[in-house]
């Protein structure tokens, strides 16, 4: 038999030894927060705009505190006469003729989040191409294909208009039962210009320009006569055109032809949480 290897122990890392602390040295001297600066930095709304300052004194080369000036809020003027002290403060910003006879809560913009940076939130299942069940509106019971999201948090949908009679249009997932029915729409081309804005009202926005070039006032209760926007009409046919292609081409186009087209109902000891769709 061969002999056993004779195993090679590694060699311990040494510890590092501690120097003990001289007495004689000084300490050193903590970092003094200029007053300006720890007004940035207590406020949660201003902590952003000091890190941006910071940001913008890295890349000039200087400290951030060199950029946090205060500006003068009076300049001295020299007055003629010799009761008068030879010089005046005066304001640089004048301040109000009137005051409140309440204080008014300030407000910062500074770290502000508006709804259109609100982050959105959708039911689970909705994506392009899902066929929901629409719960309220003029179309309330028909199912309808989603076409796609919207930066406002709606859906756009659309029946098609062919088979049931419902148009493009905007709907809020809120008033939606989700389906397990899909169709694949990765082919189908929607316009760019069909976004949030192509769904408001024509005719609030051309009151709304009347009053402006003074014609007359917004609130007036004129009776219009209903014009059908051409354009709208296209977008529709050309969409509708697109779906109904992809639902010729579903294996079950019958039956997908025939569920699109039916509304949903519930009848007797029918309960909707114990249903699945």
């Not at 000091?50 to 000036?69: E, S």
């Not at 039911?123 to 629409?134: A, D, L, M, Q, T």
């Not at 148009?167 to 316009?191: A, N, Y």
Request: charged content about 35%; overall charge positive; aromatic content about 6%.
């Amino acid at each position: 038999m061969m002999d056993k290897a004779k195993q090679v122990k590694k060699p311990t890392p040494k510890k590092a030894v501690k120097k003990p602390k001289d007495p004689s040295a000084k300490p050193k001297p903590k970092p003094v927060v200029p007053k300006k600066v720890k007004k940035l930095l207590l406020h949660k709304r201003t902590r952003p705009l000091w890190a941006k300052i910071r940001r913008m004194a890295k890349k000039k080369g200087v400290k951030p505190d060199t950029l946090v000036k205060r500006r003068a809020k009076f300049i001295v003027k020299p007055i003629s006469g010799e009761k008068n002290g030879g010089k005046r403060l005066v304001r640089v910003n004048k301040g109000p003729r009137f005051y409140p006879t309440e204080p008014r809560p300030k407000k910062r913009r500074t770290g502000k989040i508006t709804f259109k940076m609100h982050k959105r939130h959708y039911k689970k299942g909705i994506s392009p191409g899902r066929i929901v069940i629409i719960l309220a509106g003029r179309h309330k019971g028909k199912r309808v294909v989603v076409l796609k999201t919207l930066p406002s948090g709606m859906l756009m949908i659309t029946g098609p208009h062919r088979i049931n009679g419902c148009p493009i249009r905007r709907m809020h997932q809120m008033f939606t039962i989700v389906t397990s029915q899909k169709l694949d729409i990765s082919g189908v081309k929607i316009p760019e210009h069909i976004n949030d804005k192509y769904f408001k009202s024509r005719k609030f926005a051309r009151l709304k320009a009347k009053a402006k070039k003074g014609e007359g006032n917004i609130f007036d209760a004129k009776k219009t006569v209903y014009k059908p926007n051409i354009k709208h009409r296209m977008d529709q046919v050309n969409v509708d055109k697109q779906i109904l292609d992809v639902i010729r081409k579903h294996p079950d186009k019958k039956m997908m032809l025939a569920y699109i087209g039916s509304y949903f109902t519930l009848r007797n000891r029918m309960y909707p949480h114990k249903m699945k769709f």
